[in-house]
């Protein structure tokens, strides 16, 4: 089964390369759906080695756009500086070449189901709240830690735009299991020094 999340993703990123967007000129396409594609969009890079310059951005804009769904607003905005951002056409078609391996994964794990959950007013919200959570565990300056909360940003964006109830259910645990390792993870840079000095 063909996800709307991988055929829009892949129709907006070959959209860039051939012709570079900003965010803005994405949102205005996509809506109230540019929401979730957009986020989707932004964090994919943080599954790749990021070149610098690009994380500040990114990681801006995701986390905007995910308070802005917290808040309950279904019409996505940006801040003109962040909103003019362009991605590198390079970086789009290493991007392009690399979105089949992530898409392969999700489209074996979900579909519609558990509407009662996936339609719940209140679900929307949430989910910002996680993503906008996850979002401030992603840019934290922690060598290796990239893909663990892109993954379970990744996994909201496919609940939200697929109705996948169950999906979303398995992301706010994922969220509490991510929350979880990166305090055993600080807790251990903290006593880094102690254990040091012993």
Not at 10 to 24: G, H, I, R
Not at 59 to 66: E, I, N, P, S
Not at 90 to 101: K, S
Not at 167 to 184: N, Q, R, W
């Amino acid at each position: 089964m063909a996800l709307r999340f991988s055929q829009d993703i892949k129709t907006l990123l070959q959209n860039l390369a051939e012709q570079p967007l900003s965010l803005d000129a994405i949102l205005a396409q996509t809506s109230e759906r540019g929401f979730s594609l957009v986020i989707g969009l932004l964090v994919l890079p943080f599954l790749l080695p990021m070149p610098p310059g690009l994380t500040g951005p990114l990681g801006a804009a995701c986390f905007l756009l995910a308070v802005q769904m917290a808040l309950g607003r279904r019409s996505p905005w940006l801040p003109k500086r962040v909103a003019k951002f362009r991605f590198p056409r390079w970086f789009i078609l290493r991007l392009l070449n690399n979105l089949q391996r992530v898409t392969r994964l999700l489209e074996k794990i979900t579909r519609r189901r558990w509407l009662t959950v996936a339609e719940h007013p209140q679900s929307w919200r949430l989910n910002g709240l996680c993503m906008a959570w996850l979002t401030i565990l992603l840019i934290l300056p922690i060598p290796l830690t990239n893909p663990i909360p892109t993954m379970g940003i990744l996994l909201f964006v496919v609940a939200t735009l697929e109705g996948d109830g169950l999906l979303m259910c398995i992301s706010y645990g994922f969220t509490i299991l991510i929350t979880l390792g990166f305090a055993v993870l600080f807790y251990l840079l903290w006593q880094t020094p102690t254990l040091f000095s012993n």
